[in-house]
């Protein structure tokens, strides 16, 4: 079983940065992917950003430029956000990829205008 551990979200004003964490344990197999996602009130689940086993990225279209997501070789990924908009406002989960999908429990953005 993989447990996904996600720190580092809060209130900030517009304007401000965030930076995610999301540490992974347990029984991983060989991953293929690491990410964010984000879910507003009465919104879908919408990809925020991924990073590849390879170092590859893929962005949501509405955080390119803003956003930057990495990993360390211990199997945590970050989310820098910064140029944060009332409209990040949401429930944002660290998701892990290898065999399973696993989600972390989300911790909540708040961005104030």
């Known amino acids: 079983q993989v447990q996904l551990v996600e720190s580092g979200g809060g209130l900030v004003q517009a304007g401000g940065s965030l930076r995610l964490s999301c540490a992974a344990s347990?029984?991983?197999?060989?991953?293929?992917?690491m990410g964010w996602y984000r879910q507003a009130p009465g919104k879908q689940r919408e990809l925020v950003a991924i990073i590849t086993v390879g170092g590859n990225t893929n962005y949501g279209d509405s955080v390119k430029g803003r956003f930057t997501i990495s990993r360390d070789n211990k199997n945590t990924v970050y989310l820098q956000m910064n140029s944060l908009k009332p409209e990040d406002t949401a429930v944002y989960y660290c998701?892990?990829?290898?065999?399973?999908?696993?989600w972390g429990q989300g911790t909540q953005v708040t961005v104030s205008s």
């Open positions: 998701m892990l990829r290898d065999m399973r999908e696993t």
């Open positions: 347990g029984s991983i197999f060989s991953i293929d992917f």
